[in-house]
């Protein structure tokens, strides 16, 4: 080979080799637009949820709303799911506000309104909202919002929804500015 052939060869593959590094390749040059390949989707979804130390404020927040006006009530705090994160269960609440509270708070996040206006919506003859197992359309449950539902607050044992209610307000009031 002579020595013109082997500069312009030699030229050629390290203009190559510097091409595939860079990703400048001559099929970039190629005026005909390629579709972009579509992204797969996640197989695993990250979803927010309630610290337990946060959970566990708005619970006590609730409690202490309640026995400020001299009413035993019980506290659930749920995710997304339903799944109770925490529990208390004031001094004198009957046993029937602990899955009472649970369900409130259930229903509430399922729904992302307060249960006060559900049980409004729930009425009706045959079948209704109110025949989803697990769910109880009386005033009591709030949920906690990040954009989107992800928990409930539900209290029950105050001798009214609308006091229930108003101690799971005091509840969401007391972690809302943690949620922004």
Known sequence: M???TRAIV???VGIGVLGGATGITVAQADPTPQQAPQPRPAAVVQQPVLSVDAATKA???ALDAAEAKGQRVTVSIVDRAGNERVQLTGDGAGPQSV???KRKAYTAVAWG???SEL???AGGQGATLRDIPGTLFLAGGVPVSAGSPI????VAGAPSGDLDEEFAKAGLQAVQADLR
């Open 2 to 4: 002579k020595t013109n």
């Open 10 to 12: 030699g030229t050629l």
């Open 59 to 61: 619970a006590q927040a």
């Open 99 to 101: 899955e009472s509270a």
């Open 113 to 115: 309104k307060p249960t």
């Open 119 to 121: 049980s409004e919506q």
């Open 151 to 154: 928990a409930g607050i539900g």
